[in-house]
């Protein structure tokens, strides 16, 4: 079963800061890894899906890369607000296709 | 329009209880998703219908019912549940099974008391 792991659990930057993201999984043959944004007891928002032969997709302010060879995805925020604070939620699928499995999340707060 | 609705919002129950939970997304997706997510844990994958016909079941228990009455609407059926039950349910769909992105409804956060 794929595994996926990230880090750091927790971050807290001030506003305006760059900042990075990162997603680990142990299954090198993925199909495809989503983004995801998700606050507080609410629904799970998509911030961006890679496809496995893709390396990078940009909206707006973030930037996600995929590395396939070395099990790695990494999520960038620029320019970060107060309003990006929320759990991030990286997502790989297997090469059955159905099955999203998710890390435990990071948990981003940006302090004005 | 990317948009997956669910209601109700909230659901409290009793064990004895029957409920039912409610989905509905019109971006044309024929795959539809039911996860589980307890507090401060990732979503756990439920049900999978692809083409309104269950293609995945993650040995989920039978107090849990799914239903796909056409392409458009996904429901799931509560009946007998148990506190530990109490958790946010989510609903998602995707053009097909296979990797799409799936896009979230908000979810039901249900209380089983």
């Known amino acids: 079963k794929q595994e996926v792991t990230q880090i750091p659990a927790a971050l807290s930057v001030p506003e305006g800061e760059n900042l990075v993201l990162n997603c680990s999984f142990t299954?090198?043959?993925?199909?495809?890894l989503q983004w995801f944004r998700q606050d507080p007891g609410k629904g799970l928002t998509s911030l961006l899906l890679?496809?496995?032969?893709?390396r990078e997709q940009t909206s707006g302010r973030l930037n996600a890369s995929l590395d396939k060879s070395s099990g790695r995805s990494t999520l960038y925020i620029a320019a970060s607000q107060p309003g990006d604070s929320a759990t991030y939620l990286c997502?790989?699928?297997?090469?059955?296709?159905?099955?999203?499995?998710f890390g435990k999340g990071t948990s981003l707060l940006v302090t004005p | 329009d990317t948009e997956v609705t669910q209601t109700p919002k909230h659901l409290v129950m009793g064990m004895t209880n029957k409920k039912s939970l409610k989905c509905e997304q019109h971006m044309g997706h024929r795959a539809m998703y039911w996860y589980k997510q307890k507090a401060k844990k990732p979503p756990e994958l439920m049900f999978v219908y692809s083409y309104e016909k269950l293609s995945i079941n993650e040995s989920v228990p039978s107090r849990f019912s799914p239903e796909c009455p056409n392409s458009s609407l996904l429901n799931l059926h509560l009946h007998a549940l148990q506190p530990e039950d109490s958790a946010l349910y989510l609903c998602a769909s995707s053009h097909v099974i296979g990797g799409n992105e799936q896009y979230f409804g908000p979810g039901t956060r249900l209380t089983v008391t």
């Open positions: 997502a790989a699928y297997s090469n059955s296709g159905y099955a999203l499995n």
């Open positions: 890679i496809q496995s032969s893709q």
């Open positions: 299954d090198s043959a993925i199909y495809n």
